[in-house]
């Protein structure tokens, strides 16, 4: 039942597609070629070139008053955004080695005492032609043993001219689930990625392929709403068909595959901002997910989170600076485990952390973050009691670098002393295109 | 549901409604001195929004969700260019959907190309030299003679997108362009006084102006572009001050003040605090009105 109910949603939606763009068309094309009596169509002709003409003068107004020194080429910015940016961090731990990997469980997170080189991501974006924008992200890293990890982070590319405020997004991307999940290690507030991201979506983040379709709603403030559909195997999709032998509540991964469309991964966001005043903005969202999970062969998980997103920015700022940001994102799990004897898991979190920018170029962040399972679940690292909190200052040198300091207590029950406490100390430059500026 | 008499008269009045909004073309602009200038272009006949208010620096803006939903239903977008909105216009482009306004088309318009820039970088660009844009300085509209270029290309555009109109769109720019020249004589006996005189700046935004009213900016108080003055560079600059008996320093609203002071402290140079854009203070809604601003804070100067 499951199955032919998706199938046939996502038919209704690839065929709606087609039919609305199709329609557009005709309709053009119908308007072009209709037939009105040639008085018409001579008035309008002469009224075209009534038109003509003042819009030459206009044309010709607009010359006088070059100087001979315009010689501005219309060239756009080029066509090709490339971008590299490097993220390392230094420090230390309470806790040895082994159980510090345990603790910052982020792919990007700094994890050992001493040197972590976090993040060195090559970035190419651009348009491709009228009808579509790409991007890929390829992200080299360098894990505990010295080893450098090439990965693929993201390849799509996105649609510039579907009627209706659609656009289709396709390829190798991040899932349109709550706010941080999308953003890249460089862009995020803190040295490491929040606990109950980490436990639900993997050190990496929930990506994989697929294609999305979203939908720029026609109200009068902002509302969009985000439809997709990707593969869930491998070990970016972690609560779905993680890779074979890998462990979740004690229950050992196989190597279940996807058979069918009732197999995939789907998720639906919807997105809403609004300004409630000329200096304060908000965005709140709500996102699910739902999919395989190959802790048997007929088991599902379902993940919701609701985010909320203040931002405040003073009407007299330089740089963007003093602002206030607010953000805070709560999940939960439902895991359905094993196939003979089935247990139902089920694992709750959220963290909230307020930005402020005091004065240009500084941050002061504040993040507190709690995360707990359901069952006997002490010795679990992924699924056991666990609070953070983690103050940070972070000086942007210019818009190009920056260097930050963050101390994190952490409260966790699989610790041997329950608690642990680390400072690190991270720096980031970026190389090529101007960045975006984060809102 | 019964159809009745009442629901077909709202449902007429809300067809009507929605026509009358349609034949207004929606303008957006980056900035609000360019929406003043659309707005004395375009008149009755378009609806003028900009993304940013004048009292930030546009450079800095973020691509704000609601800026993607003003993006998405315009039919003109107006923008400075020059890598000024380089930040964040691109993924806000990229999230509107909107064919019409992306660059290349008929509703973009990039006014850095009517205009002619100054301070293009010659030879190699380095961002060792701070915040610069190697296709020229965008704060062009600094300069009335700018404005004037910037309003014909305006209505040109309009006129393109709107034939209807093209009459009163060239009207209003003839209006436009003549209130302009005649202020512009006013505005240039104001300030006699500040002819060929050396001239302080915060940061390397007023070129046009300089170049308008013709006062020389030998130096800035940020060391390069966008960086923050220190100590040492600060005591240099104190130094040219007395050497060349600089007397003003000229510096937006939204920089930080005390590097300004403590000049002031020092050499008992005037700092004349300049709005920068329409709608940078309260009761500067037009663009004449920001000249008159501007003209009035450099007129009065040691109020600081």
């Known amino acids: 039942m499951f199955q032919l109910k998706y199938s046939h949603l996502s038919m209704t939606l690839v065929s709606g597609l087609l039919a609305f763009y199709s329609n557009s068309v005709s309709a053009a094309e119908a308007k072009e070629s209709a037939q009105e009596p040639l008085e018409l169509r001579q008035q309008i002709e002469r009224l075209q070139q009534d038109y003509q003409s003042q819009i030459d003068a206009l044309k010709k107004r607009l010359d006088e008053g070059h100087s001979s020194s315009v010689t501005n080429s219309s060239q756009q910015s080029s066509s090709l955004r490339i971008g590299l940016s490097g993220l390392f961090a230094a420090g230390g731990s309470s806790v040895d080695n082994a159980t510090l990997a345990n603790l910052q469980a982020g792919g990007h997170d700094p994890k050992q005492n001493g040197f972590t080189l976090q993040n060195v991501e090559l970035s190419i974006a651009g348009t491709v032609d009228n009808y579509l924008d790409a991007q890929a992200n390829l992200i080299y890293l360098m894990n505990p043993k010295g080893e450098t990890i090439m990965e693929l982070e993201e390849a799509f590319f996105t649609t510039r001219n579907l009627p209706g405020g659609l656009q289709i997004k396709g390829g190798q991307y991040y899932t349109e689930f709550g706010r941080q999940n999308k953003q890249h290690p460089h862009t995020w507030g803190f040295v490491d990625q929040p606990v109950i991201l980490s436990r639900f979506f993997g050190g990496d983040g929930l990506r994989s392929q697929g294609a999305r379709v979203s939908w720029l709603m026609p109200t009068d403030t902002y509302s969009e709403l985000t439809l997709g559909m990707q593969n869930p195997k491998g070990e970016t999709v972690t609560s779905f068909l993680n890779a074979a032998g890998e462990d979740i509540g004690g229950y050992t991964l196989t190597d279940r595959r996807a058979r069918n469309s009732s197999d995939l991964l789907y998720s639906a966001r919807w997105l809403s901002g609004i300004d409630l005043s000329d200096n304060l903005s908000m965005n709140v969202g709500i996102s699910g997910l739902w999919g395989p999970n190959a802790s048997g062969l007929t088991t599902d998980t379902e993940i919701l989170g609701a985010d909320l997103y203040l931002k405040w920015q003073s009407a007299y700022s330089q740089k963007g600076y003093p602002f206030v940001a607010w953000h805070s994102e709560f999940l939960q799990r439902r895991y359905e485990a094993g196939d003979v004897a089935r247990e139902v898991l089920k694992d709750q979190g959220y963290f909230t952390q307020v930005l402020w920018g005091f004065k240009p170029g500084w941050v002061a962040g504040l993040r507190w973050e709690d995360a707990k399972a359901d069952g006997n679940t002490s010795t679990d690292t992924l699924r056991d009691n666990r609070q953070r909190l983690s103050p940070n200052l972070t000086w942007y040198t210019s818009e190009y670098s920056k260097v930050r300091l963050q101390y994190n207590r952490d409260w966790a029950e699989h610790l041997p002393n329950k608690t642990a406490d680390s400072v690190w100390l991270q720096v980031e430059f970026s190389l090529g295109s101007h960045m975006a500026h984060t809102f | ?304």
């Open chain 2, 1 to 304: 549901m019964k159809i009745t008499y009442k629901h077909f008269l709202w449902l007429l009045s809300f067809t009507i409604m929605s026509g009358s909004l349609h034949a207004a073309l929606k303008v957006e602009t980056t900035t609000q001195d360019l929406a003043a200038i659309a707005k004395a272009v375009g008149g009755e006949h378009i609806h003028v929004h900009s993304l940013t208010p004048g009292t930030r620096d546009p450079h800095f803006a973020a691509a704000k969700p609601s800026m993607i939903r003003k993006v998405y239903s315009a039919d003109l977008l107006v923008v400075v260019g020059a890598d000024m909105e380089i930040g964040w216009l691109p993924p806000l482009l990229q999230s509107a959907r909107n064919s019409r306004v992306q660059p290349g088309n008929s509703g973009y318009l990039d006014l850095s190309e009517a205009v002619p820039l100054l301070g293009k970088i010659q030879g190699p660009v380095s961002r060792d030299m701070g915040d610069v844009h190697a296709k020229g300085n965008p704060h062009y509209w600094l300069d009335p003679r700018n404005g004037i270029r910037m309003a014909n290309a305006i209505a040109l555009r309009l006129g393109q997108l709107d034939p209807e109109h093209v009459t009163e769109y060239q009207k209003n720019v003839e209006l436009f362009e003549k209130t302009l020249n005649t202020k512009l004589q006013g505005w240039k006996k104001t300030l006699q006084h500040l002819k060929g005189k050396p001239v302080i700046a915060y940061h390397r935004s007023f070129i046009y102006l300089a170049e308008a009213f013709g006062f020389r900016i030998v130096d800035e108080v940020e060391p390069k572009p966008g960086i923050t003055p220190s100590a040492a560079s600060l005591a240099k600059l104190i130094t040219r001050i007395k050497n060349e008996q600089i007397d003003l320093l000229i510096m937006e609203p939204y920089y930080e003040r005390r590097s300004a002071r403590y000049l002031k402290e020092k050499t008992g140079l005037h700092i004349a605090v300049i709005p920068q854009s329409v709608g940078a203070q309260e009761g500067i809604t037009t663009y004449v009105d920001l000249f008159d601003n501007i003209v009035s804070a450099l007129k009065v100067r040691g109020v600081n």
